[in-house]
């Protein structure tokens, strides 16, 4: 029972702990692959943050018992998110599943598919620079997380309920970890966490991560560092500060969530559309060329045309970089599960196209100003096997959620993998770049 394959769901904090189930059982001698039908042991690693993530889910672990029922895999294990806040549906609903385990004991994986007992921790696992941890993106890049949990209260938000509260990890463990990553080749460190703007407070730090990008950018041959889930509320002087050093990607993203006072209070989220447009003007006045990245719900409880109206006159005026837009979705034991669900689900549609259709001018636009710029990108890798194509990105594209540089391939191109090249501009969609490298 040697052949594990680990199918990761979710967001890019339940990638990292997927990477240190992996290095876990790595250690254990057991060996990788990607086709569930080749495995002896299939690990979901489910996301239940909101209803589409749980019918990924739902379908994924369904998928798993069919291959199961076939008599390819020996054991099937269900763990993450979803399973930490839905036991017992779960196991109703997937009685061939061999093991469940929630958010608490990653580093047990390996007694989980030994069938070997353990002493369940009581809170949400949370690894450091000794974990043992395969790193499963590209070579050039990876993330890491700087804390588990949240202490915000947003009123639509089940994460507090999963996770608890807000635990940093301590700034000596983090370097050590992406000491340790940059000695492997990575050259651009992704800072995540559910607020990595909060980062520290927890441990008494009033500018914590201010304090860690100090730390990091004193790492030599690491190249990138940039900072993934920004809390509006939590942008400090000092932090904008410390970003105006090269190492440090001028990126922020920073999910607002929504722009109308009425909706923002009814959210718990504090700065409303006219706050959040005077965050953005002091960000980009203190960083011109920030690229910025934000999240939206559309359909919150309560969202009329005049509160949608508001949203949308939001997004035209704040021009953002990169923009996702997601569907409320009701979670139960969240602080407004109580408000229902009033708005039609072909309504919530239609505005989450609206939103987009807004967006899409404004990042082609937005794309247009790289047009014959030279640029610095870092190399990934190719497209795919069939193209002469490198797929690389900017300091202004965030990896797995942002656009990329498209550079075609000639016979002088040098094999660039894994580094930062100058790349000058030539076209652009709404989303990515083409460019071709400046020898
Ligand atoms: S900041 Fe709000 S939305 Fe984000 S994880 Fe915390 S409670 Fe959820």
Request: glycine share 6%; aromatic share 8%.
């Amino acid at each position: 029972m040697k052949k594990v394959a680990l199918i990761s769901l979710g967001c890019a904090k339940n990638l990292v702990d997927s990477e240190v189930m992996l290095g876990f059982l790595q250690q254990s001698g057991y060996t990788f692959v990607t086709d569930t039908q080749k495995a002896d042991v299939v690990i979901v690693n489910t996301c239940g943050f909101i209803q589409p993530a749980k019918d990924e889910a739902n379908e994924t672990l369904a998928n798993a018992v069919k291959t199961k029922k076939k008599g390819k895999i020996k054991k099937l294990i269900a763990v993450g998110c979803y399973v930490e806040r839905n036991p017992y549906e779960l196991q109703k609903a997937f009685p061939d599943v061999d093991v469940w385990m929630g958010i608490t004991d990653f580093d047990k994986i390996v007694s989980a598919v030994e069938g070997i007992p353990y002493k369940s921790s009581s809170r949400c696992y949370l690894y450091d620079h000794r974990s043992p941890r395969f790193v499963s993106t590209p070579s050039a890049w990876a993330y890491v997380k700087i804390s588990e949990g949240c202490s915000h209260n947003c009123s639509f938000c089940a994460i507090p309920l999963i996770k608890g509260p807000y635990r940093s990890r301590s700034i000596a463990s983090i370097k050590t970890e992406c000491l340790s990553l940059v000695s492997r080749g990575v050259k651009e460190i992704n800072l995540i966490s559910q607020d990595s703007t909060y980062y520290g407070r927890d441990a008494g730090l009033s500018n914590g991560l201010a304090e860690l990008l100090k730390e990091l950018i004193g790492i030599e041959r690491l190249k990138w560092v940039r900072i993934l889930y920004g809390y509006p509320g939590e942008i400090s002087d000092p932090l904008l500060e410390i970003m105006q050093e090269e190492k440090i990607c001028s990126y922020l993203d920073i999910p607002f969530q929504h722009a109308d006072t009425k909706i923002i209070k009814a959210m718990k989220r504090g700065l409303d559309g006219h706050r959040a447009l005077n965050l953005i003007e002091k960000i980009r006045k203190k960083l011109p060329d920030i690229s910025l990245r934000t999240s939206l719900i559309v359909g919150f409880p309560g969202e009329g045309r005049r509160e949608f109206a508001h949203l949308k006159s939001f997004v035209a005026s704040a021009q953002f970089d990169h923009l996702g837009v997601f569907i409320y979705s009701p979670e139960e034991g969240t602080d407004c599960f109580s408000l229902g669900d009033p708005i039609h689900d072909s309504v919530k549609q239609e505005r989450l196209e609206e939103i987009f259709q807004i967006q899409a001018e404004i990042s082609l636009k937005n794309n247009s100003k790289y047009l014959g710029k030279t640029v610095d990108v870092l190399v990934e890798g190719h497209l795919n096997d069939q193209t002469n194509i490198l797929l690389s990105r900017g300091r202004f594209q965030a990896p797995e959620v942002d656009g990329v540089v498209l550079i075609n391939l000639d016979k002088s191109t040098p094999d660039c993998v894994n580094s930062i090249q100058k790349v000058e501009i030539t076209d652009r969609d709404v989303y990515d770049l083409i460019g071709k490298i400046i020898q």
